[in-house]
């Protein structure tokens, strides 16, 4: 069974950003990855301006894009699919990555930028790990704390935590 591990955080916070660094630094691991990311708006598939194709480049073997109206698995199915049943298409890889979804039951690594916001907003049962911009001082010890900006450790955090366990 799959790992999973959900980052979440407000519109333009770099979530894609570090998740595609992640990913490529898990695949250069010899693990798979299977991405499932959230849109709230319609989109279409496969532009090198949109997230998932960035998520494919980076060297996901299963990229997932959802919203209300429709979904798009770039793999050779597609159907609209509620998370979990996303989450059942994915189960071939080591470890999914959902980006969004920011009230699902998973796991959370939030995002924070100190211009944006500072105070995580995550159900802190889920919330594991945060990447951020600036100091923060978090008082709950079992929560990470990355800069946003050390993929590296994000990806080993997510190797130990969630494929490796």
């Known amino acids: ?71 798009a698995l770039i793999k050779d199915v597609e159907e609209e699919a509620s998370l979990e049943d996303l989450i059942e298409l994915c189960q071939d890889k080591d470890i999914i990555i959902i980006e969004g979804y920011k009230k699902s039951p998973y796991d959370k690594i939030e995002l924070l930028r100190e211009e944006r916001y500072k105070e995580p907003i995550s159900d802190r049962r889920y919330l594991k790990a945060i990447a951020c911009d600036f100091d923060i001082s978090i008082d709950d010890e079992n929560i990470e704390n990355f800069d946003i900006d050390d993929f590296e450790s994000v990806g080993n955090f997510i190797i130990n935590n969630y494929i490796l366990q």
């Open 1 to 71: 069974m799959a790992g999973i591990i959900n980052f979440v955080g407000k519109s333009n916070t770099g979530k894609t950003t570090l998740i595609t660094k992640v990913i490529s630094y898990i695949c250069h691991q010899g693990y798979s990855v299977g991405v499932i990311k959230h849109d709230v708006h319609d989109f279409e598939i496969d532009h090198k301006e949109k997230d998932t194709y960035k998520h494919k480049e980076a060297g996901a073997s299963t990229v997932i894009i959802s919203n209300r109206k429709k979904y």
